[in-house]
């Protein structure tokens, strides 16, 4: 009957202005070993552990979980509240990719080789020329 369908599309619209909430991907780097996730919402942060434990095979429960911050720190997770916090900093509407690393530290991203320190002193001197023999 056309009451049904009438409440289907409104349904429709209703749904279409409230999308559910996009899916973003947890990487987690451990060694030279990385494992992608994707979550709707942050997990907590103990059954993101349980899942990094079951995924690696050497890592514990309570191995480290770090990421880098928007300052370029690196920023310890050990509670669901630090996880939130990495999520809300990292996950942007252009990357919606949260960067962990577990276990040892990483090493800090590649950055561009500092310029060659620029000297204002003035060139260094030549050696002396060597002294004449003594006169007999």
């Known amino acids: 009957s056309t009451t049904t369908h009438h409440h289907h599309h ?28 994707s979550f ?10 349980q899942m990094l434990a079951n995924m690696f095979s050497d890592v514990s429960e309570d191995a480290p979980l770090r990421y880098y911050d928007d300052e370029n720190d690196i920023v310890s997770i050990d509670s669901d509240e630090e996880l939130a916090e990495a999520h809300r900093l990292l996950v942007t509407p252009t990357s919606n990719t949260l960067r962990l ?24 001197a030549p050696p002396p020329p060597p002294s004449p023999p003594p006169p007999p």
């Open 101 to 124: 690393y577990l276990g040892a530290p990483p090493l800090p991203p590649p950055s561009p080789p500092p310029p060659p320190p620029v000297s204002f002193s003035s060139p260094a």
């Open 40 to 49: 709707a919402k942050v997990p907590p942060c103990g059954l993101l552990r």
């Open 10 to 37: 409104l349904h429709h619209l209703h749904h279409h202005y409230y999308q559910p909430t996009p899916m973003f991907a947890i990487k987690v780097t451990h060694a030279s070993d990385t494992r992608r996730l």
